[in-house]
């Protein structure tokens, strides 16, 4: 077990710990949510990724390509203008997109789902323990004005929710985290998002890891080191 000397470094490795987590179980679950638009007559679209905000808030065209910041408009709007003709989102007046209630019960089969597989992939694990560890670590982390964590968090947890969707769900809001952390570090580099995602390994990449690290590292402070160790190494266990 490695042993942290400075919060950024744990925030370097437990950064693509959470990624593997979150990312296994949308891989476990991808047939039976490729599934779901068979039998729910709904496309996806924007649904997977905005499961645990939209039944909480509304949001624009500009929170979603905040959200989405590495990706295109053209493609963005495709996928709204989807969902409005299908009807899980609607727009009002000034343009605020707001979850249906058929929406809703796209994401409530959603949640069903991924219940389902974090409950096989992830048994025997103490995954109360890891939700409330993340949950609080989520709850420290600084809601930037304009970032995309104040948009995706807090999650949307319904009542009776699993603990292995709670801390599959709090992971993927506290990834938005670091994604602000990365952002406010290559604009400081006076960057572009075009350009980052093109930017090449390099003196300049390496600051930018460097001071995403350090602005990522925040939230864990309110964790004792035992207390991150036990989230790093409990997250390696469900990869």
Same mark, same amino acid.
């Given at each position: 077990? #490695?042993?942290? !000397?400075?919060?950024?470094?744990?925030?370097?490795?437990?950064?693509? %710990?959470?990624?593997?987590?979150?990312?296994?179980?949308?891989?476990?679950?991808?047939?039976?949510?490729?599934?779901? #638009?068979?039998?729910?007559?709904?496309?996806?679209?924007?649904?997977?990724?905005?499961?645990?905000?939209? #039944?909480?808030?509304?949001?624009?065209?500009?929170?979603?390509?905040?959200?989405?910041?590495?990706?295109?408009?053209?493609?963005?709007?495709?996928?709204? !203008?989807?969902?409005?003709?299908?009807?899980?989102?609607?727009?009002?007046?000034?343009?605020?997109?707001?979850?249906?209630?058929?929406?809703?019960?796209?994401?409530?089969?959603?949640?069903?789902?991924?219940?389902?597989?974090?409950?096989?992939?992830?048994?025997?694990?103490? @995954? =109360?323990?890891?939700?409330?560890?993340?949950?609080?670590?989520? +709850?420290?982390?600084?809601?930037?004005?304009?970032?995309?964590?104040?948009?995706?968090?807090?999650?949307?947890?319904?009542?009776?929710?699993? =603990?292995?969707?709670?801390?599959?769900?709090?992971?993927?809001?506290?990834?938005?985290?670091?994604?602000?952390?990365?952002?406010? %570090?290559? !604009?400081?580099?006076?960057?572009?998002?075009?350009?980052?995602?093109?930017?090449? +390994?390099?003196?300049?990449?390496?600051?930018?890891? %460097?001071?995403?690290?350090?602005?990522?590292?925040? #939230?864990?402070?309110? @964790?004792?080191?035992?207390?991150? !160790?036990?989230?790093?190494?409990?997250?390696?266990?469900?990869?």
């Amino acid at each position: 077990m #490695p042993k942290f !000397q400075e919060l950024s470094g744990y925030a370097a490795a437990i950064a693509p %710990a959470i990624d593997a987590a979150h990312v296994n179980v949308h891989a476990s679950a991808r047939r039976a949510v490729t599934e779901l #638009p068979e039998t729910s007559g709904m496309s996806p679209g924007f649904l997977p990724d905005l499961r645990f905000t939209v #039944p909480l808030r509304s949001l624009t065209r500009t929170d979603l390509s905040t959200i989405y910041r590495y990706g295109d408009a053209d493609g963005r709007e495709s996928l709204i !203008q989807e969902h409005l003709r299908e009807g899980t989102l609607t727009e009002d007046g000034d343009g605020v997109l707001s979850v249906t209630a058929a929406g809703l019960e796209f994401i409530r089969r959603l949640y069903d789902v991924h219940g389902a597989v974090v409950e096989r992939i992830w048994a025997g694990h103490d @995954l =109360p323990g890891l939700a409330r560890l993340a949950g609080r670590v989520l +709850d420290h982390a600084e809601r930037v004005p304009g970032g995309a964590l104040a948009l995706m968090a807090p999650p949307y947890e319904p009542d009776g929710a699993a =603990p292995g969707v709670l801390l599959f769900n709090r992971l993927a809001a506290l990834r938005y985290h670091r994604a602000d952390a990365h952002a406010a %570090a290559w !604009q400081a580099e006076g960057l572009s998002a075009a350009e980052i995602v093109g930017l090449r +390994d390099g003196p300049v990449h390496a600051r930018i890891e %460097a001071d995403t690290n350090l602005r990522a590292a925040a #939230p864990y402070e309110i @964790l004792s080191e035992d207390e991150r !160790q036990t989230l790093y190494d409990g997250l390696l266990k469900l990869i």
